[in-house]
């Protein structure tokens, strides 16, 4: 058991794309089904198109970097309108299968070979992350303490991240002390007491859909930039329900929870991931267990620490019992 | 849904497509599976030559529509298929690939595939319009029955979705999970013990029943008492999916694999259709288990009680019936169904891990557009997204055909959201 590489990559993986990616993707989820109580199941997709919208137009139209992030900002607006119309008057579950539906047909088109002429099939797009990394500050070399380090590209990739996570965070932390989050906060606990206050209902719960979009789909960039190519299988239901599950494990309806949540999700993941794999290849399982088989184990351990979170402790590890907007229907 | 929908839209969509051994090469080779609407093709003369045109082997498929032809180095090949040895009726879907050039690599066998499509269905050819009209109304034809055959597994496994969310108000996203979970079972008792797939099945859905009630029984029952919320119970069933289809994935494998029996039956042609008969047979058994499901909802007293916790559980409950009792059934019932609908769909693509998850936004569409909660309204819708679903290969690319059903969904929570057969007062 090689201890010491499974210690890097765990610290690494604490602050590494996917925790980021994530993060952004969860704190979007926040938005949506912590503070406002709307089951968005569809975020992969928001991401997806945001991800996409910028790479086709770099990588297929050769048109500018900036004017990529604009389509895709825009793309992921259109698809909150697209779906948020049709279902924000209606109950939570039809809106959870419309979500996963929508996610599916975006998807779908990506990966379809009809359309891979601009998506590129099931192989996406790359060559389109140039401008990005044209304007890394960091001079080429690893940046980090110890082993614990990264490349150039990396850490600037990990920089933008994280400066975007703490501007989301703020954002958050500042809309839900106005009064607009506390309408909000309102309609998930009694969409008919904030209406008969006069309140527009559908318009605040389309607002909170297209903000946690627009925040979401900044993971979606990074998701994109941080591997310099964009896939359509990237961005399953499954993406969606980690999201999900690192909401409910950091807490709904708290600032930072996303954020806490997400480093906790990839950092027990890689570290369960090398620890089972090491030990496979050390012959200390049982030869049940193979080197092919053996990551099917930490998604087992996903879905029953899913699970096991919402039967025992629904407000996960900072969020209060009182605020979780489980109840709604 | 992922790469094995892809090979069922393939599959249904009468293209050949290579079924991967899971034996590991020695040396190189070419080497595929010839099938016209899943059906394998025999007796077809497939040679293969050098970059330099230089002849290296030629092979027949056999009766199970398997060719292989080893060749000396990794290095490109040309093969061709003898289109004149093609069986009656059948044809390249693309007339002007009859000749591939394939690259094989260091060590492993390539699969080589051609499309066949029965004769007037091609495209790329000039011969395609000679007998357009009367080989449009063949193809609907032959769509329309693959549609029902779909659409008929669709029901099967929106009768117990849909019931379980009537009485409970559950929308169970592990409910596919119960599908693949049958077709594993049956996959077991019949690949791995060998023992013959009718018994198989019949094995798979009495566990799948068991399973079913052992879930009401020791989970969602138990969750039900401790007063957890409608909401809080579907992330659990997505949880709950999560770690059932990763043990699935644990224990079976990421490839997709078929039965034992009835992998190569010969097709038969029925007016314009032609299926193996399995697919009639299986469609048969679909049919007699819905007929059967739907009249004990309508005639028996246990129906009757499941229809009015359906309808209002406070109220059933204040009337004497055993609400608990109710839910166990149609938990038990719902898995035994889910678990046939589950080897009635592996025996019409592969039996894989994925396979529930894949079918379930398309019982999930049948379902809504049926009505959640009615059991007939899921009947009804189920088939109507069948249909449509393969109907639609005539306008839209197959690859896209799952597209145009999960847009139906959303227009119809758009126009009636309550469904086709569902009441107005049921969305909130």
Same mark, same amino acid.
């Given at each position: 058991m090689d201890w010491n590489t499974i210690f890097v990559t765990t610290v690494k993986a604490s602050i590494g794309l996917e925790t980021v990616v994530y993060a952004l993707a969860a704190i979007g989820v926040n938005i949506q089904f #912590?503070? $406002?109580?709307?089951?968005?199941?569809?975020q992969a997709a928001f991401l997806g198109v945001a991800a996409y919208g910028m790479a086709v137009t770099v $990588? *297929?139209?050769?048109?500018?970097f900036w004017l990529g992030i604009l389509i895709g900002l825009a793309a992921t607006i259109v698809l909150a309108f697209l779906l948020g +119309?049709? *279902?924000?008057?209606?109950?939570a579950d039809y809106l959870a299968i419309v979500t996963i539906a929508a996610a599916e047909i975006v998807r779908l088109i990506f990966r379809s070979v009809k359309f891979s002429s601009v998506? #590129? #099939?099931?192989d996406g797009r790359q060559n389109f992350s140039g401008d990005f990394f044209a304007m890394n500050p960091y001079s080429p070399g690893t940046y980090g303490i110890g082993p614990i380090s990264f490349n150039e590209r990396v850490t600037w990739v990990l920089t933008v991240g994280w400066v975007l996570i703490a501007i989301a965070c703020g954002l958050v932390y500042l809309l839900m002390k106005s009064p607009w989050g506390r309408v909000l906060k309102a309609i998930r606990e009694d969409e008919d007491a904030v209406r008969s206050l006069g309140k527009n209902v559908f318009s605040y719960k389309m607002q909170a859909l297209v903000l946690g979009g627009v925040v979401g789909c900044l993971g979606g960039f990074l998701f994109a930039l941080g591997q310099a190519s964009v896939q359509p299988?990237?961005?399953? *239901?499954e993406f969606t329900f980690y999201a999900y599950t690192i909401v409910i494990l950091g807490g $709904? $309806?708290?600032?930072f929870s996303p954020v806490v949540g997400a480093a906790i999700f990839w950092v027990l993941l890689v570290f369960v991931g090398n620890t089972l794999s090491e030990a496979v290849s050390a012959g200390?399982?049982?030869?049940? %267990? *193979?080197v092919n088989n053996i990551g099917a184990v930490r998604f087992m351990l996903v879905g029953l620490g899913l699970m096991l979170l919402l039967i %025992?402790?629904?407000?996960? +590890? %900072? #969020?209060?019992k009182r605020e979780i907007a489980l109840d709604a229907r | 849904m992922r790469r094995a929908v892809i090979a069922f839209t393939a599959f249904l969509g009468g293209l050949v497509f290579l079924l991967s051994s899971p034996a590991w090469a020695d040396g190189e080779a070419l080497k595929g599976t010839l099938q016209n609407q899943g059906q394998p093709v025999n007796g077809v003369k497939i040679s293969v030559a050098g970059e330099d045109g230089k002849p290296v082997g030629d092979a027949t498929t056999g009766s199970d529509g398997k060719w292989e032809v080893p060749v000396p180095e990794a290095g490109t090949y040309k093969v061709t298929l !003898?289109?004149?040895?093609?069986?009656?009726?059948v044809g390249l879907k693309?007339? !002007?690939? @009859?000749t591939l050039n394939v690259q094989v690599y260091e060590g492993s066998e390539r699969n080589v595939l051609f499309a066949l499509a029965p004769a007037?269905?091609?495209? =790329?050819? @000039? @011969?395609?319009?000679?007998? !357009?009209s009367s080989s449009f109304w063949d193809r609907v034809a032959q769509l329309t029955f693959e549609g029902f055959n779909l659409g008929l597994i669709i029901a099967l496994a929106a009768m117990g979705l849909s019931l379980v969310f009537g009485t409970t108000g559950l929308t169970n996203f592990a409910h596919g999970e119960l599908l693949t979970f049958g077709a594993m079972c049956a996959y077991f008792f019949n690949v791995?013990? =060998?023992?013959p797939l009718v018994l198989a099945a019949v094995i798979s859905v009495v566990i799948g029943g068991v399973f079913g009630y052992t879930q009401d029984r020791f989970f969602w029952g138990v969750l039900r008492k401790r007063g957890s919320s409608l909401v809080a119970m579907m992330i659990i069933s997505i949880g709950l999916a999560l770690f059932l289809r990763y043990v699935f994935l644990f224990f079976f494998g990421g490839e997709g694999a078929p039965f @034992? !029996?009835?992998?190569a039956q010969p097709g038969i042609q029925v007016g314009p259709i032609s299926a193996a008969p399995k697919n009639f047979i299986a469609m048969g058994i679909e049919l007699a288990v819905l007929v059967i499901v739907g009249l004990a909802l309508l005639k028996t007293r246990v129906g009757k009680a499941a229809r009015a916790v359906a309808d209002n559980p406070a109220l059933a409950a204040s009337s004497g019936i055993n609400v608990d009792g109710v839910i166990r059934i149609i938990w038990t019932v719902g898995g035994a169904v889910a678990s046939l609908a589950g080897v009635m769909l592996g025996l019409s693509q592969n039996v894989s891990y994925q396979m529930g998850f894949q079918i379930l936004l398309l019982v999930f569409a049948g379902v809504t557009l049926g009505g959640l909660g009615t059991a007939f309204g899921a009947l009804v819708g189920s088939i109507v997204v069948g249909l449509f679903i393969q109907l639609s290969t005539v306008v839209v690319p197959t690859e896209l055909k799952t597209v145009g059903a999960l847009l139906v969904l959303i227009l119809v929570m758009l126009f009636r959201p309550q469904g086709i057969l569902g009441r107005r007062e049921r969305i909130g």
């Amino acid at each position: 058991m090689d201890w010491n590489t499974i210690f890097v990559t765990t610290v690494k993986a604490s602050i590494g794309l996917e925790t980021v990616v994530y993060a952004l993707a969860a704190i979007g989820v926040n938005i949506q089904f #912590g503070y $406002a109580g709307l089951l968005n199941f569809g975020q992969a997709a928001f991401l997806g198109v945001a991800a996409y919208g910028m790479a086709v137009t770099v $990588a *297929t139209f050769h048109l500018p970097f900036w004017l990529g992030i604009l389509i895709g900002l825009a793309a992921t607006i259109v698809l909150a309108f697209l779906l948020g +119309i049709p *279902t924000l008057r209606l109950r939570a579950d039809y809106l959870a299968i419309v979500t996963i539906a929508a996610a599916e047909i975006v998807r779908l088109i990506f990966r379809s070979v009809k359309f891979s002429s601009v998506f #590129g #099939g099931s192989d996406g797009r790359q060559n389109f992350s140039g401008d990005f990394f044209a304007m890394n500050p960091y001079s080429p070399g690893t940046y980090g303490i110890g082993p614990i380090s990264f490349n150039e590209r990396v850490t600037w990739v990990l920089t933008v991240g994280w400066v975007l996570i703490a501007i989301a965070c703020g954002l958050v932390y500042l809309l839900m002390k106005s009064p607009w989050g506390r309408v909000l906060k309102a309609i998930r606990e009694d969409e008919d007491a904030v209406r008969s206050l006069g309140k527009n209902v559908f318009s605040y719960k389309m607002q909170a859909l297209v903000l946690g979009g627009v925040v979401g789909c900044l993971g979606g960039f990074l998701f994109a930039l941080g591997q310099a190519s964009v896939q359509p299988d990237l961005f399953s *239901t499954e993406f969606t329900f980690y999201a999900y599950t690192i909401v409910i494990l950091g807490g $709904a $309806a708290r600032v930072f929870s996303p954020v806490v949540g997400a480093a906790i999700f990839w950092v027990l993941l890689v570290f369960v991931g090398n620890t089972l794999s090491e030990a496979v290849s050390a012959g200390l399982l049982p030869s049940l %267990f *193979t080197v092919n088989n053996i990551g099917a184990v930490r998604f087992m351990l996903v879905g029953l620490g899913l699970m096991l979170l919402l039967i %025992f402790r629904p407000q996960g +590890i %900072f #969020g209060d019992k009182r605020e979780i907007a489980l109840d709604a229907r | 849904m992922r790469r094995a929908v892809i090979a069922f839209t393939a599959f249904l969509g009468g293209l050949v497509f290579l079924l991967s051994s899971p034996a590991w090469a020695d040396g190189e080779a070419l080497k595929g599976t010839l099938q016209n609407q899943g059906q394998p093709v025999n007796g077809v003369k497939i040679s293969v030559a050098g970059e330099d045109g230089k002849p290296v082997g030629d092979a027949t498929t056999g009766s199970d529509g398997k060719w292989e032809v080893p060749v000396p180095e990794a290095g490109t090949y040309k093969v061709t298929l !003898d289109q004149s040895t093609l069986p009656q009726g059948v044809g390249l879907k693309f007339k !002007d690939r @009859a000749t591939l050039n394939v690259q094989v690599y260091e060590g492993s066998e390539r699969n080589v595939l051609f499309a066949l499509a029965p004769a007037g269905q091609q495209g =790329g050819g @000039a @011969a395609q319009s000679s007998s !357009d009209s009367s080989s449009f109304w063949d193809r609907v034809a032959q769509l329309t029955f693959e549609g029902f055959n779909l659409g008929l597994i669709i029901a099967l496994a929106a009768m117990g979705l849909s019931l379980v969310f009537g009485t409970t108000g559950l929308t169970n996203f592990a409910h596919g999970e119960l599908l693949t979970f049958g077709a594993m079972c049956a996959y077991f008792f019949n690949v791995v013990l =060998g023992i013959p797939l009718v018994l198989a099945a019949v094995i798979s859905v009495v566990i799948g029943g068991v399973f079913g009630y052992t879930q009401d029984r020791f989970f969602w029952g138990v969750l039900r008492k401790r007063g957890s919320s409608l909401v809080a119970m579907m992330i659990i069933s997505i949880g709950l999916a999560l770690f059932l289809r990763y043990v699935f994935l644990f224990f079976f494998g990421g490839e997709g694999a078929p039965f @034992a !029996d009835y992998n190569a039956q010969p097709g038969i042609q029925v007016g314009p259709i032609s299926a193996a008969p399995k697919n009639f047979i299986a469609m048969g058994i679909e049919l007699a288990v819905l007929v059967i499901v739907g009249l004990a909802l309508l005639k028996t007293r246990v129906g009757k009680a499941a229809r009015a916790v359906a309808d209002n559980p406070a109220l059933a409950a204040s009337s004497g019936i055993n609400v608990d009792g109710v839910i166990r059934i149609i938990w038990t019932v719902g898995g035994a169904v889910a678990s046939l609908a589950g080897v009635m769909l592996g025996l019409s693509q592969n039996v894989s891990y994925q396979m529930g998850f894949q079918i379930l936004l398309l019982v999930f569409a049948g379902v809504t557009l049926g009505g959640l909660g009615t059991a007939f309204g899921a009947l009804v819708g189920s088939i109507v997204v069948g249909l449509f679903i393969q109907l639609s290969t005539v306008v839209v690319p197959t690859e896209l055909k799952t597209v145009g059903a999960l847009l139906v969904l959303i227009l119809v929570m758009l126009f009636r959201p309550q469904g086709i057969l569902g009441r107005r007062e049921r969305i909130g």
